[in-house]
Nanobody
Framework: QVQLVESGGGSVQAGGSLRLSCAAS?????MGWFRQAPGKEREGVAV????????FYRDSVKGRFTISQDRAKNTLYLQMNSLKPEDTAMYYC???????????????????????WGQGTQVTVSS
């Protein structure tokens, strides 16, 4: 059993920044951030592979968001800059413990297949 605890969400104005954190209780093969806006399906935002550091990003966040991890602390981060109202959503941290990574598939297509999910942290961006 792996526990994930997210933090760092909040309310900001468009153009602002937030940094999300996700503390995991164990090691992982890949970790990622997904988000879900009201009335919409959960969608992938960014994924990172623990060993290689390879990253994948949703097109709409490329150049604005950066995913990273501190493997010594088993903590995942998402630095979000130049936030837009359309980034408003509940953000979830997910982890997969072993290959293949259930968070991203061939050609970088996100998949909702984490072994464990956190409880989510709300991000609200006002115009």
């Amino acid at each position: 059993q792996v526990q994930l605890v997210e933090s760092g969400g909040g309310s900001v104005q468009a153009g602002g920044s937030l940094r999300l954190s996700c503390a995991a209780s164990g090691d992982n093969y890949c970790m990622g951030w997904f988000r879900q806006a009201p009335g919409k399906e959960r969608e992938g935002v960014a994924v990172i592979f623990g060993g290689s550091g390879t990253t994948f990003y949703r097109d709409s966040v490329k150049g604005r968001f950066t995913i990273s991890q501190d493997r010594a602390k088993n903590t995942l981060y998402l630095q979000m800059n130049s936030l837009k109202p359309e980034d408003t959503a509940m953000y979830y941290c997910g982890v997969d413990l072993r290959a293949p990574c259930g968070l991203v598939g061939p050609r970088g297509r996100f998949a909702d297949g984490a072994d464990y999910w956190g409880q989510g942290t709300q991000v609200t961006v006002s115009s």
